[in-house]
T-cell receptor, first 114, second 117 residues
Framework: GENVEQHPSTLSVQEGDSAVIKCTYSDSASNYFPWYKQELGKRPQLIIDIRSNVGEKKDQRIAVTLNKTAKHFSLHITETQPEDSAVYFCAAADPSNAGNMLTFGGGTRLMVKP | GAGVSQTPSNKVTEKGKYVELRCDPISGHTALYWYRQSLGQGPEFLIYFQGTGAADDSGLPNDRFFAVRPEGSVSTLKIQRTERGDSAVYLC???????????????FGAGSRLTVL
């Protein structure tokens, strides 16, 4: 089955700096890679996703890049703000799995210091 | 409804007891997923429903865990003879179709925090 590794487990940045979170996956058949943000005690919320037919996607301060050959993808947050502080999870989905279910990484706790 | 609703939000029980956790997905979503999230970890897949049927239950840890979705909408996760190791947040998510080529964006509920004493 799919295995997703995520690094770093914690990341502390100064407000205004950039943050990068990296994930690797094992199943070359995976073709959908979402990122979720989870604030303390709240539900995971989708912030951006990318499908395997593109290498990069951007939405305002957030961007995701995908390298299918190397089987890794990254989340980039620019001009970080204190409200970006949360736990971020990457995930991968293999379409051959029933329901296209997601396999999650272990999470990255991002702390943005004002 | 407007979002995925889960009840109860918190459940404290004693070892050996039976618990039920309920999920009400977004109206019209045919795909429903249960995940378990332990402290400091990512969600782990438990079971997936397409309509009324469990299409993939490969994530259920053992036969103490069971889930149903009798009318293709609300789902109940049932845990028998609870153990302390079952303590976690149980997350439910739904999506429109569950198909990789379609709009299979998962929307999560707020979760049910289960504590087994």
């Amino acid at each position: 089955g799919e295995n997703v590794e995520q690094h770093p487990s914690t990341l502390s940045v100064q407000e205004g700096d950039s943050a990068v979170i990296k994930c690797t996956y094992s199943d070359s058949a995976s073709n959908y890679f979402p990122w979720y943000k989870q604030e303390l005690g709240k539900r995971p919320q989708l912030i951006i996703d990318i499908r395997s037919n593109v290498g990069e996607k951007k939405d305002q301060r957030i961007a995701v890049t995908l390298n299918k050959t190397a089987k890794h993808f990254s989340l980039h947050i620019t001009e970080t703000q204190p409200e970006d502080s949360a736990v971020y999870f990457c995930a991968a989905a293999d379409p051959s799995n029933a329901g296209n279910m997601l396999t999650f990484g272990g999470g990255t706790r991002l702390m943005v210091k004002p | 409804g407007a979002g995925v609703s889960q009840t109860p939000s918190n459940k404290v029980t004693e070892k050996g007891k039976y618990v039920e956790l309920r999920c009400d997905p977004i109206s019209g979503h045919t795909a429903l997923y249960w995940y378990r999230q332990s402290l400091g970890q990512g969600p782990e897949f438990l079971i997936y429903f397409q309509g009324t049927g469990a299409a993939d239950d490969s994530g259920l840890p053992n036969d103490r865990f069971f889930a149903v979705r009798p009318e293709g909408s609300v789902s109940t996760l049932k845990i028998q003879r609870t153990e302390r190791g079952d303590s976690a947040v149980y997350l439910c998510a739904s999506s429109l179709t569950g198909q990789s080529s379609g709009a299979n964006v998962l929307t999560f509920g707020a979760g049910s925090r289960l504590t087994v004493l």
